[in-house]
């Protein structure tokens, strides 16, 4: 089989935990990757073998032989027709894992952020904005729309990403934004409880029945996840509480918008449930962090969201310190973070939220991956997707120290370079 070996990686990122290094580094190191799995992992001299000339190869071949092993190891005997690509001495990472966006959506709302900037507050209300515009668009000029996305994501080296209905909020548009959105991800997200739509204002019991009954109905299907934008000014606790409940009963995973804009119950809600993950995490009371400290429930923090309404950042340092789970996501949607770049989420944990580099580029690729509860990916390990990122840099701070900058090179999902 065909495979390929990366080698002479400068710094390479595997995430498999080493003593005193969550990241688990090594220098001087080589990827193999066979049938779009990574297949070995180790120092780049051990890899040395395999560079031996193809005349070597293809005469053992002929002669039906096994390459020789010594030196080399049972997964690099195996990938005998072996293409090498040289890192240069650059840092190589998992790729990102984006564990939250909302990519289905019509229209924009750039006024809004000039206004938030000129000194006017976030509010969730403007979600309705994007309900009418995308209710609005076809499926041909959404599906346009997400794969302008799926290219940008690509670029900046997200290669798992999960995308939440919640622009629709009719049955018959819940049901296309979920079939559009599986069209390019298997981490679909049902957010028919997003907010109340303002047909149903007068009448949110209503409009709970509906999402927990032929909303969930046409969109599950399509999802494996249901999530709730618990807030006020949105779903109380207890219609959150009903709407996971219907989506767990119809095998959906819940995960959880809590505690965005002030104190509030999403995430205790959130770890009651056994939520994969509670996203935002703005504001928390003791109470909040003991809880996530004691589950399984990550915390996903979202600092776009942050950087686009002036709002405080959450205290990434203080969960950490109480052992919690921290994700890094980029919230990508059109009202308060229209951003879809893991390297910008990584470099504002670090100037604002306390994180270091290493759990920053952790909480965006292991992170991620276990707030999708995904162990396929957010590592560099034997039998894992070969999802990796070569950067134009000779290691992962600098994502953090040269922000803006354009520095992913050379994105391999599932083993093909998309980039
Ligand atoms: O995650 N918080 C709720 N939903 C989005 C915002 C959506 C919007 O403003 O359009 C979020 O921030
Ligand atoms: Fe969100």
């Not at 560079?51 to 390459?67: I, K």
């Not at 997400?146 to 080296?157: P, S």
Request: with cysteine.
């Amino acid at each position: 089989m065909r495979a390929t070996l990366i080698t002479n990686i400068g710094e390479l990122t595997t995430n498999v935990a080493a003593p005193g290094d969550a990241c688990g580094t090594l220098h001087d190191a080589a990827v193999l990757i066979e049938g779009g799995r990574i297949a070995w992992v180790g120092p780049a001299s051990d890899a040395a073998g395999l560079a031996l000339s193809d005349r070597e190869t293809a005469s053992e071949r002929r002669n039906g032989g096994d390459f020789p092993t010594s030196r080399r190891g049972d997964a690099l005997s195996r990938a005998y027709d072996v293409k090498i690509v040289d890192a240069g001495g650059r840092a190589v990472l998992p790729g990102f894992v984006d564990a939250h966006t909302h990519l289905v959506f019509g229209g924009d709302r750039a006024d809004e952020f000039e206004a938030r900037m000129a000194g006017v507050p976030y509010a969730a209300g403007g979600i309705r904005r994007t309900v009418e515009a995308t209710r609005a668009a076809g499926d041909d000029t959404l599906r346009r729309r997400l794969a302008g996305f799926v290219d940008e994501l690509h670029a900046q080296g997200t290669t798992t990403f999960e995308v939440k209905t919640g622009y629709g909020l009719t049955v018959a548009d819940e049901e296309r934004l979920a079939r559009l959105a599986a069209e390019v991800t298997s981490e679909v997200t049902f957010l028919g409880a997003h907010v109340v739509p303002a047909e149903f204002a007068e009448r949110r019991d209503e409009y709970v029945d509906l999402v927990c009954g032929r909303m969930l109905d046409a969109c599950a299907r399509h999802s494996r996840w249901v999530d709730v934008f618990c807030e006020r000014g949105a779903f109380t606790p207890e219609e959150s509480r009903r709407v996971l409940a219907a989506g767990i009963a119809r095998g959906l995973l819940p995960r959880v918008h809590g505690n965005q804009l002030g104190h509030g119950e999403g995430v205790q809600l959130a770890v009651a449930l056994g939520a994969a993950s509670v996203d935002h995490c703005t504001y928390l009371s003791d109470d909040d962090v003991t809880a996530l400290a004691g589950s399984d429930t990550v915390a996903t923090l979202l600092p776009g969201v942050e950087f686009s309404t002036r709002q405080p950042y959450p205290d990434a340092r203080r969960l950490l310190d109480a052992r919690v789970t921290v994700a890094l996501a980029s919230d990508c949607n059109p009202g308060s973070s229209f951003t879809s770049s893991m390297p910008l989420m990584i470099a504002l944990a670090v100037r604002e939220m306390g994180m270091t580099t290493a759990e920053a580029v952790w909480a965006a690729t292991a992170g991620g991956a276990r707030a999708l509860r995904r162990d396929d990916v957010g590592a560099i390990a034997p039998g894992l997707r070969a999802d990796l990122v070569v950067l134009d840099a000779p290691t992962r701070t600098h994502l953090a120290y040269r922000p803006g900058v354009p520095l992913v090179r050379t994105v391999w999902k599932d083993g093909v370079a998309v980039t």
